[in-house]
Every structure is written in structure tokens, then in C-alpha cells.
Nanobody, 122 residues
Framework: QVQLVESGGGLVQAGGSLRLSCAPS????????MAWYRQAPGKQRELVAD???????NYGDSVKGRFTISRDNAKDTVYLQMNSLKPEDTAVYYC????????????????WGQGTQVTVSS
């Protein structure tokens, strides 16, 4: 069972920056999409950004122009550079991978990290 390990969360003042990383415990056989989601207290989990195997990128409206998602295909690692952080960015951030851990089964599945807390103080 592949596990996703996130790092880089913490406490930062408004206007500051953080960089999140997410690496798997073992290499995937195939990855379709890598993404970051977040969930604030009392709110639903929302997409922050995702990146496909072809490099196509999508951002949530609230983070466009401030956050940048990237990936290292050799390491199956995904990053989230967060700049100009705001108090409303405070949430638990989750890494997500849609892919296959091995040749079989052929159907991709969702993998989730344990989450990393990001707190932005005003």
C-alpha cells in the first residue's frame, strides 16, 4: 500500500510563504493526476491545484496568482509553493494522487496523504 507523506506545513504570518511537499513511500507504476486539496474547519474539502501527467495545471479561484503547483516525475513528488498567504488560507492541506501502484489492477485509484496543517496569522 503506497502512502503519501506530506511536509512543509506550519505557522506563518499573512503575506508570508510556505512550500509543501508530498512524496510517496514507494514509486507509483503510473500517475494520472497529482493534486493538493485543503479543508478548513467547518468547511468542505476543496481543490487547491492539480497537475496532470501531461503537465496541464488547474488552480482554485482563491489561490490563482499566489500558489504554484509543480511535480518531479522522477521522484513522483508534488510541490505547492504558497506565496502571499492570507488568514483564509488556514486549513489542513492534503496531497492526492490518482494512479496505479502496480501493473495490476489496471484501474487507477485515489491515494490521500494524512494532511499537513497550514496556519496563517493576521
Amino acid at each position: 500500500q503506497v502512502q503519501l507523506v506530506e511536509s512543509g506545513g506550519g505557522l506563518v504570518q499573512a503575506g508570508g510563504s510556505l512550500r509543501l511537499s508530498c512524496a510517496p513511500s514507494e514509486q507509483f507504476y503510473n500517475i494520472n493526476v497529482m493534486a493538493w486539496y485543503r479543508q478548513a474547519p467547518g468547511k468542505q474539502r476543496e481543490l487547491v491545484a492539480d497537475i496532470t501527467s501531461e503537465g496541464s495545471i488547474n488552480y482554485g479561484d482563491s489561490v490563482k496568482g499566489r500558489f504554484t503547483i509543480s511535480r518531479d516525475n522522477a521522484k513522483d513528488t508534488v510541490y505547492l509553493q504558497m506565496n502571499s498567504l492570507k488568514p483564509e488560507d488556514t486549513a489542513v492541506y492534503y496531497c492526492n494522487v490518482v494512479g496505479r501502484a502496480s501493473f495490476l489492477p489496471r484501474t487507477p485509484r485515489n491515494y490521500w496523504g494524512q494532511g499537513t496543517q497550514v496556519t496563517v496569522s493576521s
